[in-house]
Structure formats: structure tokens, C-alpha cells
């Protein structure tokens, strides 16, 4: 799990439904029990290695998660999400994602996953998130002879404790997979004291519909402060994949500590947990061919307006940017052209989207006087360095009862009688908020504004190609690189080539220089004369595209009279 800091102390909001006790699909009886010995001995066989990303132990835990796929009848591949520091890691290690798929009678995917890194090499990391990876594994394997429709991927993703970065990375990897996952589950944390919570944006609480019912739930609705913990269900959120997270909130006395040992954890409420996470999965499948409700969605004199089937829930997407679950005729555009998308589910999650060109109108803001309301959030300065996916739309009220309606501005946009605390899942870059708060005699009473900036900033490593020296049998040199990589543009990410350079010296060779490029970059290895210096270095080049457009680096590297050339591309789109 990890914890987010928000600069300058911007909010973040997450509905969280502490359990849901709901009806059992009649299949759901059909699985077999979960095993809490299983999840136990699993768990305890994690903590015995040091999982933290750069530890020297870099492959054996993954190595172990990818075998326990295999015998539970996955079909097993593995993903690199980074290479600096690591570039000559085998696949099988802490850099990699581990994906183990179990196909379905459709293309349709249900995710679920866990992170199996930890925040350091200090702490065993057994509910933070060994007892998660175990459970995971658990139900997959409870589910190996239940026929199902829909593909599942099961994922141990690395580098959640740094910043979401196997999640992301998958996901940026793999966009032709976001239309085909239904939603996606993610294990945080669920082994420690006796109660699990879910949480979920109000938009995806169809899933709720598909839990089974369980003792270890109580039905709550909250909301999460601006440090809370997050993890990689937010990865998918952002990607407008609908997620929910299954956790329990006791793992923050030893979270990140070495206290996080696998003696202190309730095995019994993990097996729970394996239980409803596959009573979801199977009876969201049992209801997968149901289709979603359609809406007729329109734009008049600026206001988004829509039917729709009673009960159905709507989901608004203006420009990218999504306004959450919103009534018809609460949303007005501001002036101009606007990409108008109104989302709703069926009950097994199938999706419908209805999409519109709208043209706003010209707004005026109403006159403030009064303190009625205030934003105690924001500010012109304030940047949200964001791996989490949603930010609260929240106020205060000085005197809630002298105040009849509260209208939000975001971005321009109007959304009347705006609920407090109200979840948006922007985009990157700046944005602005406006809240107005009316009176009994609809007088404006008071307002407030902020302003701040979405920087969902990370670090994005590409595989720049091999150099070789190889002076075994004479010298000679190789260059390689791999085919063009495509990958989806940003302006908030740090782009970075890593070429690995690999140099195998005998002790024969006297007083040779092998010389590695890497467009201006260089590296020389000189030979030391009766010693075999044989060794492997990195060679790390920043791209900076302004935007999208192909993007090309040229290696190199040289021994005497022999030399190697090639070069590497990216295509941002």
C-alpha cells in the first residue's frame, strides 16, 4: 500500500462502502472453500524474500508467484516496467509485472491483482501485501475448474511502493486491453484484525451488486482525507476502468514497518476475502451477457440532458474529465465545443457509451458577497502530484442552514446543487473551482475559488538496446535494439532510454579501450592488463519530445578496429 502527499495539502476523496451485505449468486455456491492454511503458507513463503525494488534478491519472489500460476493452470508472462538500475535483471524479477491469464469463452477481462514489492528491505511486508499476492493466488486457484465467460488476468504488479509505476506501466503497455476489462479488483492489506471494507466511486457501484454476502461486512459509506493510502486500483480509475479495492484499515499500525510479520495475521479473514473476491468475479459473469441501458443524451441551450431507464445510473464525462455520477440537466457547458460522454452498465457490467459534440453557452458568474462558503483547499500555487485518480470536489459551510443550494464550477463548467465532497476524476494539467452558496431568497450569499494543477508525474523507461564487447576469441562488437515502441504521449512524464553495455574482457587483452554511445553520452572501459575486467554498465539518455511524433536514438560501441551501430525508435501518440 502506499501513502500519497499532497503539496500544499489538496484533498482527495474516494467514496469507500465499508462492506455491502448483499443477496449470494446461486453459483457462487458452486466454488469450492479457500484454504486459509494455503494463504497462510503462501504468505510466509513470500516474507522470506526481500521484495523491496534494487534489492539483490530480485528474483526470487517473482520466480515463486509465477510457478504458483503455472500450477494452478494460468498461462504465465511477464511485463518490464523499468530499466534504470536494472537493465540486465532476467524477467523474472522485481522490475517485471507477472500476468497470469486464464482464458474465458469471450474476450472480456476481469483484473485481479496485487502488489507483491515492498516500501523497503526492512520490513517482511506480510500484509503489506504478501497475505494480498497469497490471497490472489488463492483465488485462482479455488477458481481453476469453474467455467467462465469472461478471461481473467491475475497480476502481481511491481513497484506499487514507488508510485503505482507496475500498474501504470501495464496499462500504458496494453491500451488495446482497457475496452475489453469489465472492471478490475485490486488486494491491499486484507489479513490483519477481522473486518474488510470495499471501496469503489460511486459511477462502478454496480459491482456491489455481484458481491456475496459476508459477516466480515458492514454496510458504511465515508470518505478518505488527502493522506490516505492508496494502491493500484487507482491506476485503472484513471483509465476510466472501473475498480474496487478490498482492504482492512488495521494495517496502518505496522504498515511499512518490521512489525508487518506473517505471525500477526488473521489467515481466517484472507480465505474471506479469497471468497467474496471469487463470488464477485463469478457472479458478475453469470450476468455478463446483459446488456447496458441506453440513454438518449443531448446538449440544449448548453445543458446536458438525458433519459434513461429509472435506477440506472449515469456517468457524465466532459472533455475528458469525469464529472461523476450526475442527475439530467445538472450540467451546463461553458462557451465553446465540448466532447460530451454519458456512460452506463448493465448488471454484469457491460458497458454502454453514448458520445456528443455539445456547444456550451456564455456564463457569467454571479455576484459574491457574504463568507457563506469556503474552499479550504487549492490555490494558485498548489500542484497535485497525483498517482491517486480522483480529487474532491469539497467546502465548508459557515451556516448550513441559512444556505438552500450550492453551485460548483469546475473548469467553467456549471453543475447545480453540487453535494459536498462530490468525486471528479480530472485530467492532467490546471484547473480551477468556483463554488457559490444561495440563500433562502435565492441571493447569493457567498463564494469562494481555487485554483491547481493535476501532475500525474512518473518516470517512464524504455529498453534502449544491447552494446557487446566481447573479446573472447577475438574482439567483436554488437549493437541491438528492439522493434519501435509506441506508447501514449504526456507532458507530465520523464522519458528515459536505458541501454545496457556489456563487456566480456580475457585476461590476454592488454591495454585495450572499449568505448559504449548512447547519442552523446559515452562510456569507456579501459582493460587492465592480466586481470579479466569483464563487466556491465548503463547508460541512461533523457528524451524530451515536445509532443507527439517519432522520436529516434542512435547507440554505438567500439573495440580497436571493430564497431557497432543501431539505432532505436518511439512512436508518441
Not at 233 to 246: G, H, N, Q, T, V
Not at 467 to 474: P, S, Y
Request: proline letters at 5%; one cysteine or more; glycine letters at 8%.
Amino acid at each position: 500500500m502506499q501513502h500519497l502527499s499532497v503539496v500544499g495539502g489538496g484533498s482527495v476523496i474516494l467514496i469507500i462502502f465499508i462492506g455491502i451485505v448483499l443477496a449470494s449468486p446461486a453459483s457462487a455456491l458452486e466454488i469450492p472453500a479457500p484454504d486459509p492454511e494455503r494463504i497462510e503458507q503462501t504468505t510466509y513463503d513470500l516474507c522470506t524474500f526481500e521484495r523491496a525494488l534494487g534489492s539483490e534478491e530480485r528474483v526470487e519472489a517473482a520466480t515463486y508467484i509465477a510457478e504458483t500460476m503455472e500450477e494452478y493452470g494460468l498461462s504465465v508472462g511477464t511485463e518490464r516496467f523499468a530499466y534504470t538500475n536494472c537493465y540486465f535483471d532476467p524477467e523474472l524479477s522485481l522490475s517485471s509485472n507477472i500476468i497470469g491469464v486464464r482464458e474465458g469463452a469471450t474476450d472480456e477481462i476481469v483484473v485481479i491483482c496485487a502488489h507483491y514489492d515492498t516500501a523497503d528491505p526492512e520490513t517482511p511486508g506480510a500484509d503489506d501485501n504478501a497475505a494480498g499476492v497469497a490471497t490472489m493466488l488463492e483465488v485462482a486457484r479455488i477458481l481453476e475448474d469453474i467455467t467462465l465467460n469472461r478471461t481473467i488476468y491475475f497480476i502481481a504488479f511491481g513497484g506499487e511502493e514507488t508510485g503505482l509505476d507496475g500498474s501504470r506501466r501495464w496499462l500504458a503497455d496494453n491500451p488495446d486491453l482497457h475496452d475489453r476489462i469489465v472492471f478490475a479488483i485490486s488486494l491491499d492489506c486484507v489479513a490483519l484484525g477481522d473486518r474488510l471494507h470495499i471501496s469503489v466511486l460511486p459511477q462502478h457501484r454496480w459491482i456491489l451488486n455481484t458481491l456475496p454476502s459476508s459477516t466480515c461486512l458492514d454496510e458504511v459509506t465515508m470518505h478518505l482525507p488527502s493522506a490516505a493510502a492508496e494502491g493500484d486500483e487507482d491506476s485503472f480509475r484513471a483509465a476510466m476502468i472501473p475498480a474496487l479495492r478490498i482492504y482492512e484499515e488495521e494495517s496502518r499500525q505496522i504498515m511499512h514497518t518490521p512489525d508487518d510479520r506473517p505471525e500477526c495475521l488473521n489467515y481466517t479473514l484472507a480465505a474471506e476475502c479469497a471468497r467474496i473476491v471469487a463470488g464477485t468475479v463469478v457472479g458478475s459473469d453469470v450476468a455478463a451477457g446483459d446488456p447496458a441501458p441506453g440513454i438518449d443524451l443531448r446538449v440544449e441551450d448548453g445543458t446536458i440532458v438525458f433519459t434513461r431507464p429509472e435506477d440506472t445510473i449515469v456517468e457524465v464525462i466532459v472533455d475528458g474529465t469525469s464529472l461523476g455520477v450526475l442527475p439530467s440537466g445538472s450540467v451546463t457547458l461553458p462557451e465553446g465545443p465540448h466532447t460530451v460522454q454519458a456512460i452506463t452498465y448493465g448488471p454484469g457490467g457491460s458497458r454502454s457509451v453514448t458520445t456528443i459534440t455539445g456547444i456550451g453557452v456564455e456564463t457569467e458568474l454571479p455576484d459574491a458577497s457574504g463568507n457563506a462558503v469556503a474552499i479550504q483547499w487549492g490555490g494558485e500555487r498548489e500542484v497535485i502530484y497525483a498517482t491517486f485518480a480522483s480529487v474532491q470536489l469539497s467546502y465548508h459551510l459557515e451556516n448550513p442552514d441559512e444556505v438552500t443550494q450550492v453551485d460548483g464550477y469546475f473548469d467553467g463548467i456549471l453543475i447545480q446543487n453540487l453535494d459536498n465532497d462530490h468525486p471528479v476524476v480530472p485530467t492532467s494539467g490546471p484547473h480551477t473551482f468556483i463554488v457559490v452558496a444561495y440563500g433562502s431568497d435565492g441571493e447569493v450569499i457567498g463564494a469562494n475559488q481555487t485554483a491547481f494543477t493535476i501532475q500525474k508525474f512518473r518516470i517512464v523507461d524504455f529498453d534502449g538496446g544491447l552494446l557487446q564487447v566481447d573479446e573472447t576469441g577475438g574482439a567483436s562488437c554488437s549493437a541491438s535494439t528492439r522493434p519501435t515502441y509506441s506508447c501514449a504521449y504526456s507532458p507530465d512524464e520523464d522519458y528515459r532510454v536505458v541501454v545496457g553495455c556489456e563487456y566480456v574482457d580475457t585476461a590476454d587483452a592488454f591495454l585495450q579501450t572499449a568505448a559504449f554511445w548512447v547519442g552523446e553520452r559515452e562510456y569507456h572501459i579501459y582493460d587492465i592488463p592480466f586481470l579479466d575486467n569483464s563487466q556491465r554498465h548503463e547508460i541512461a539518455l533523457r528524451l524530451e519530445p515536445e509532443g507527439p511524433g517519432t522520436y529516434q536514438w542512435n547507440i554505438s560501441c567500439s573495440r580497436g578496429d571493430k564497431n557497432a551501430v543501431g539505432s532505436g525508435s518511439v512512436i508518441f501518440y
